[in-house]
């Protein structure tokens, strides 16, 4: 079981920047962000998998940017140009087994097996 912690967040006017860091316990394949808006489906925003092919969805390309850490089980999300629609609670997720759809690493939650807690990003106009 890989578990995984998340940190980062918060509050942020808009136009601003926030990073959010997911550490998992153990190596996985890929790694990817979901967020989520009550009411709504949770959403994939951006994923890396192991050969460091990123994906992102079309609504955050340009602003937001994945990465991973010298340590290769620590993910980042680096969120510029931050606007009010990216309030959401986001989610760390990991792939027990890499999938890749359009040759990219999948956006869709079903492809992940772990998932961290959420963390609050509100976007204040």
């Known amino acids: 079981q890989v578990q995984l912690v998340v940190s980062g967040g918060g509050s942020v006017q808009a136009g601003g920047s926030l990073r959010l860091s997911c550490t998992a316990s153990?190596?996985?394949?890929?790694m990817a962000w979901f967020r989520q808006v009550p009411g709504k489906e949770r959403e994939g925003v951006a994923a890396?998998?192991?050969?460091?092919?990123?994906t992102y969805a079309d609504s955050v390309k340009g602003r937001f940017a994945i990465s991973k850490g010298a340590a290769a089980n620590t993910l980042y999300l680096q969120m510029n140009s931050l606007k009010s629609e990216d309030t959401a609670m986001y989610y760390c997720?990991?792939?027990?087994?890499?999938?890749?759809?359009?040759?990219?690493?999948?956006?869709?939650?079903?492809?992940?097996?772990?998932w961290g807690q959420g963390t609050q990003v509100t976007v204040s106009r």
């Open positions: 997720a990991a792939c027990a087994v890499g999938i890749r759809r359009d040759s990219g690493p999948s956006l869709q939650q079903s492809d992940y097996s772990y």
């Open positions: 890396i998998d192991s050969d460091g092919l990123k």
């Open positions: 153990q190596y996985t394949a890929c």
